[in-house]
């Protein structure tokens, strides 16, 4: 159960820390101090639902077709070594800082109307959780204790970027910081994505 659980917050954790719309989102949100914490707390509602929606109706499928596994390993395999080529290529070119702006002060409501937006109108998103994670996630001895785990990471990185987006707001200007953060994020899906091809799970 606990190596369920830790492939959870591993997997989900390094799919999550890859900076996109959403994260950017939450993240400028959080160096403005604008209902920062609801906008976060949307988004780890969002990843929790899509995580159980997606990986127990994935587990229900492959016990009709077992076949399906295979499938949706490799299917995994490309679309995190995808994810990390995107990512060598980000941190190879590097890409303009995060910048919060001033802007005037909009509503809760437009707050998380915008936070939805950018979550639900990605489509990465539904490839992530219903298709990536369940793919890894169907492997796992445990599904409870690995959407648990995913569950953690969504709640961990979201109350982060929360937290602590106005204090790294000196840090998180530079351009330099995007790099090194890009570079890990392609290390660690590339790795992720080698353990699977090679090992059939993590």
Not at 114 to 123: Q, S
Request: proline share 2%; glycine share 12%.
């Amino acid at each position: 159960m606990l190596e369920s659980y830790l492939t959870g917050l591993i997997v989900c954790g390094g799919i999550i820390i890859a900076i996109g719309a959403q994260n950017a989102y939450v993240l400028s949100q959080a160096i403005r101090r604008e209902h920062h914490w609801w906008s976060a707390g949307l988004c780890m509602v969002a990843d929790v639902t899509l995580f159980t929606l997606g990986m127990f109706g994935v587990s229900a499928a492959l016990m009709a077709m077992p076949e399906a596994l295979e499938i949706l390993r490799w299917l995994g395999v490309v679309f995190l070594g995808w994810l990390a080529l995107q990512a060598f290529v980000r941190a190879g070119r590097g890409r303009a800082a995060l910048e919060a702006g001033e802007v005037t002060k909009r509503s809760l409501k437009g707050v998380l109307f915008t936070t939805l937006a950018v979550t639900l109108l990605n489509p990465q998103v539904y490839l992530d959780t219903l298709l990536l994670i369940p793919a890894v996630g169907a492997q796992q001895e445990d599904a409870t204790t690995f959407v648990a785990g995913a569950s953690s990471a969504s709640v961990l990185w979201f109350g982060m970027l929360a937290w602590g987006g106005s204090a790294l707001a000196p840090v998180l200007s530079r351009p330099v910081a995007w790099r090194l953060i890009d570079g890990v994020i392609g290390l660690m899906m590339a790795a992720i994505a080698i353990h699977l091809a090679v090992g059939g799970g993590i």
